[in-house]
């Protein structure tokens, strides 16, 4: 199956910020997503990226499929920008569904 | 994402208990799932859903039982569980639509399951 990881494992910043987040995956897919997981577990959905470029706001992701790499980028850090990001690649299956497996995470902490 | 709804939020049983996760969204979607989460590590898929048919089964022992009794309705059925299977446990959906790769998951805020 398709291993997925990101880096950094941890990231430390001061309010104001910048930063990036790296998601690498071993074979090519199709659908690929960056979520946010606040302290209480909920997962919000940031971006389905699975080419090309987006922007929401400070946030924004690029992912290059042939490459097999996508970056999250968030500017101007806020301290409601802590938690963990996961991106997750969809497999697809022989039943026409996708597997979607997370990527290890990176776990954010944004100081005052 | 609060279009899929979980219910219970919290969820306390014994090792000898039988209780049931819900989960439901009207987004119209034909694909659902569970994950399993344990604490600091990443959602662990555990099973699929396609048209109301298992799709996928990662495995999973089998005091863990899935049904979907209709496209907008998916549970999570629990017996004799473990301490071990204390978690945080989260569904999601997606649209799967026909003849294209546009299958993003919307999840719900999950159920967070302690085993005594």
């Known amino acids: 199956g398709i291993q997925v990881e990101q880096s950094p494992p941890d990231l430390i910043l001061q309010e104001g910020a910048n930063s990036t987040l790296r998601c690498n995956f071993s074979?090519?897919?199709?659908?690929l997503q960056w979520f946010h997981q606040n302290p209480w577990g909920q997962l919000i959905n940031l971006f389905y990226?699975?080419?090309g470029t987006k922007q929401n706001g400070r946030l924004s992701a690029t992912t290059v499929a042939t490459e097999r790499y996508s970056l999250l980028y968030i500017s101007s850090s806020q301290t409601t920008d802590s938690g963990v990001y996961f991106c997750a690649v969809g497999e697809p299956t022989t039943s026409g569904t996708y597997k979607y497996i997370f990527g290890t995470g990176t776990r954010l902490k944004v100081l005052a | 994402d609060t279009e899929v709804t979980q219910t219970p939020k919290h969820l306390v049983m014994g090792m000898t208990n039988k209780k049931s996760l819900k989960c439901e969204q009207h987004m119209g979607h034909r694909a659902m799932y569970w994950y399993k989460q344990k604490a600091k590590k990443p959602p662990e898929l555990m099973f699929v859903y396609s048209y109301e048919k298992l799709s996928i089964n990662e495995s999973v022992p089998s005091r863990f039982s899935p049904e979907c009794p209709n496209s907008s309705l998916l549970n999570l059925h629990l017996h004799a569980l473990q301490p071990e299977d204390s978690a945080l446990y989260l569904c999601?959906?997606?649209?799967?639509?026909?003849?294209?790769?546009?299958?993003?998951?919307?999840f719900g805020n999950g159920t967070r399951l302690t085993v005594t």
């Open positions: 074979d090519s897919v199709n659908n």
């Open positions: 990226i699975p080419s």
């Open positions: 999601a959906s997606s649209p799967k639509r026909q003849g294209t790769n546009n299958s993003p998951l919307h």
